[in-house]
């Protein structure tokens, strides 16, 4: 093998793994690469999923028109730096995308791009997996000769550890270096809690990690023996004491190793927190979801769709702002409370002047949902088999509606009579958006019969790999 048919399989095979890890820690994923390994070498792409199309405006400006400045920048911060030493640089403002640029005295530039979901509880952990790339990159491009596909498979599951990476060095960054919590081993000792069950029942309740030196700082309802404490590691015994904490303001506290206590006060900063919900937990940094956790993996997911594209509908109707938005905070929280309760539902937002008229049961007069008992009938209507009916001015008109419309030939058989009764009704009805919640929760945003959330730009990176281009090659070719 040639050193140039080397290096480009350095770059293909970590940037497949990134998008396979991401795939199951997110959503399906792209991935993209700009680099630059020497100081004098023209920045090259590699892009195989049209990731960075219509950014081209912004990487021109900064890599073409100011090259001189930003090479200029990168040498004076990797000057006599040590060689595998990756000095992390300002990221590129670039909407939609989560980015991490990196610099090092034997690998001189590199930016590693992926999607941003609307949906991550946080970026951080998604950064650092980048971050990792561009180590293993740096190093792998520059050895020679590293074991082919075992970069792949550490960037490929990557996510335990990417979101300990994340929460050591902000921990460190605020509380110094002296920790003396275990991150991975608690992350471990979570998702196992979360996969075990006490006579038929998930884990329910609050479990929080603190340092030992702020246990004493802690106002407990009460603690445990020292010489009988809860190993953390004792998985069934954990489990168990979490029944006490169940459906309560209770919290469970430990300090690494051992189970110390039970307490009403707030979660300390920078503690490591479990919300046990049942078949699903969140992780958190104090305050701050990090992850959520479900079979036993841990995800990105804050599991509430942003309902992006309904709000666009809304935001681009004839409604004015304050409306549209009323609006969408209305039918949102209506669908996420579906959602959370795991039954499926429709909704048909009538955006006509003058309101359809469904077979179903018609409300005489029309329910505001701006009050509060009004918008708990409604969530309640919404088990009932049928659609629910909502007009613009935030309000339910009718409920248990069906749905028909002629036979598109872009039905989805995998999908089931309420899903393709809303795609029918929506291709053959004008100024209707429709939302569909499964009970096992997905939700469809139709309008004029086409899902639009069903939409994906990701694609499959076969077999072949295309070319790397220099920066300048893609740039014109896009412009072609």
Known sequence: MNLDSFKKLCIANILNGVSDGLRKYSNPSRVAL????????????????????????????????????????????????????????ENLDLSGLIVFAGASSDFFYQVWFTDHHPDMCSIKPTEKWLEQA??????????????????????????????????????NSHLGYDTKIQIPTILNHILSISKTREE?????????????????????????????????????????????????????????????????????????VADFRGDHGFLSLGTQKVASFCDGNFYSTTRENKLVELEELLLDSQLDIEAAGTLFSVVSGLIHKAGHSHYGSTVVIDMNEAPLVLSGHVLDPPLTLMDPDNYDLAAAFMRIDGAVQITPDAKIRGFGCLLDGQSV?????????????????????????????????????????????????????YQYMPEILTLKQHLHGVQI
């Open 34 to 89: 700009l680099f630059a390994p020497g100081s004098h070498d023209p920045v090259q792409i590699f892009d195989p999923q049209d990731l960075l199309f219509g950014h081209e405006t912004v990487l021109e400006e900064i890599f073409v028109v100011h090259e001189e400045r930003w090479r200029q920048h990168i040498g004076e911060q990797i000057e006599n730096q040590p060689k595998g030493y990756l000095i992390p640089q």
């Open 134 to 171: 561009a180590c293993l990159l740096a190093h792998d491009y520059t050895s020679g000769n590293p074991p082919i596909n075992c970069s792949d498979y550490v960037v490929k599951n990557y996510a335990l550890q990417a979101i300990a990476d994340y929460m050591v060095d902000e921990r």
């Open 200 to 272: 038929g029942a998930w884990a329910r309740g609050y479990l929080f990690f603190t340092d030992p030196v702020n246990i004493d700082t802690i106002d407990f309802l009460t603690m445990f023996q020292r010489s009988e404490r809860p190993v953390i590691s004792n998985i069934k015994h954990i489990r168990k004491l979490l029944v006490s904490v169940e459906r309560s303001n209770r919290k469970l506290v430990s300090d690494g190793n051992y189970v110390v206590g039970i307490t009403l006060a707030p979660v300390p900063e920078y503690a490591i």
């Open 409 to 461: 030939t872009w039905e989805n058989m995998a999908r089931g009579a309420r899903y393709n009764s809303a795609l029918r009704f929506s291709a053959t009805t004008s100024k209707v958006i429709v939302v569909v919640v499964s009970a096992d929760r997905p939700i469809s945003i139709i309008y004029n019969g086409i899902e639009l959330n069903g939409i994906s730009r990701w694609k499959p990176i």
